[in-house]
């Protein structure tokens, strides 16, 4: 039985992790759920929104199911995502974004995967205020991370088939460092002659990605408009709650979706479990659980099919309604 660290988050967290964790185990899959609580509601009682323990436990269990934990606008504690990701060196986080059967989208054939370094760039969290009305914030960008993500994107491209990398950075006006970051995914290109590689600019891809997307492939992006831009293609396919994503580092893997803790459906049993039950099908791919990991995804798939949709999708289910559904397509 595979030990795996359960982060339940917040807002919809514990919601969407009740339908995953129900899923996985009416697919017969046998987890060890080791459960770990961070966020706000920890804070009075541990001093931190992310004790130690949360991290040790995934270092030790090597993967992660994740839902979402909230960080406070313009103040507060540091980010609990960033903060796992860069102490777990989480360094590639990869958001596949793909037509969902059934799911209607202005467009058809949406095949794309965003590739996102996830250890530096603004989300470094090194601001001052130089004065009342003056703020400076650091953007970080070595050449260590940026190849070590445009390798990552061109491994990811040949073990998946696929043709095409698009590098995304504003190197125009951010000369040095997205000038760096493209400098590092144009020496790596070099290595892998069989996939096309392309340079362009994230606001005339993002204008692309909206009139054309289907001519994009993968994308490598640094930090900051890879978390932008994958709500983007998140939009593309029906929205954040069908959305799925992955941290990955060298020594162990996070699953969680792309949406936040959504604060304004929060404890209304509204909230869609796609997205989180799509990073769980990943999670199983990951721990070598393949064909129980595609029979979740056909009972999601048949679910759609049957035209059994949460409200985000234009539907009247709940998410716990939802999740039966798929539960009773598992038995079929
Ligand atoms: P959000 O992704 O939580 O919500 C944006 C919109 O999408 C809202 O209208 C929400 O209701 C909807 N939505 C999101 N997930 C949904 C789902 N599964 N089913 C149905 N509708 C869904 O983004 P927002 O509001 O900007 O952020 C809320 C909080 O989440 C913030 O504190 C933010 O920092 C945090 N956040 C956490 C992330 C993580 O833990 N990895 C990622 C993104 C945001």
């Known amino acids: 039985m595979e030990t795996v660290t359960l982060i339940q988050g917040d807002g919809i967290g514990p919601e969407i992790t009740d339908a995953a964790v129900k899923i996985i185990d009416a697919a017969g899959v046998k987890v060890d759920w080791d459960l770990q609580t961070a966020g706000a509601d920890v804070i009075e009682k541990e001093g931190t929104p992310l004790p130690a323990r949360v991290i040790e436990s995934v270092k030790k269990n090597g993967v992660a199911l994740k839902s979402p934990v909230t960080t406070p606008i313009g103040k507060g504690f540091r980010s609990v995502n960033v903060t796992l990701r860069k102490e777990l060196d989480l360094y590639a986080n990869l958001r596949p974004c793909c037509n969902i059967p059934a799911v209607k989208t202005r467009y058809d054939n949406i095949d794309i995967v965003v590739v996102r370094e996830n250890t530096e760039d603004l989300y470094a969290g090194i601001e001052e205020m130089i004065d009342n009305d003056t703020a400076h914030s650091i953007k970080i960008i070595t050449r260590k991370a940026s190849e070590r993500i445009a390798r990552f994107a061109f491994e990811y491209s040949v073990k998946n088939n696929r043709k095409l990398v698009s590098v995304v950075t504003k190197a125009n006006i951010c000369k040095l460092s997205d000038g760096l970051f493209l400098e590092s995914a144009r020496n790596i ?8 590689f392309q340079e362009i600019l994230v606001d005339n891809c993002c204008m692309q990605l909206v009139q054309n997307p289907c001519r994009f492939d993968v994308l490598l992006l640094p930090n900051l408009y890879g978390d932008i831009v994958s709500d983007l293609t998140a939009g593309l396919i029906g929205g954040l709650g069908v959305a799925q994503g992955a941290n990955i580092g060298d020594k162990c893997a996070v699953f969680e979706p792309v949406h936040g803790s959504a604060p304004d459906i929060a404890g209304q049993n509204k909230a869609n479990p796609t997205a989180i039950i799509l990073s769980a099908v990943e999670m199983l791919y990951y721990l070598g ?4 990991g595609a029979m979740i995804k056909k009972a999601l798939f048949n679910t759609f099919r049957q035209g059994i949709y949460t409200a985000d999708l234009g539907g009247t289910y709940s998410c716990t309604e939802f999740t039966d ?5 598992l038995q079929e």
């Open 189 to 196: 290109a070099k290595d892998y002659p069989q996939i096309k």
């Open 289 to 292: 659980e393949a064909a129980k």
């Open 325 to 329: 559904a798929v539960i009773k397509n």
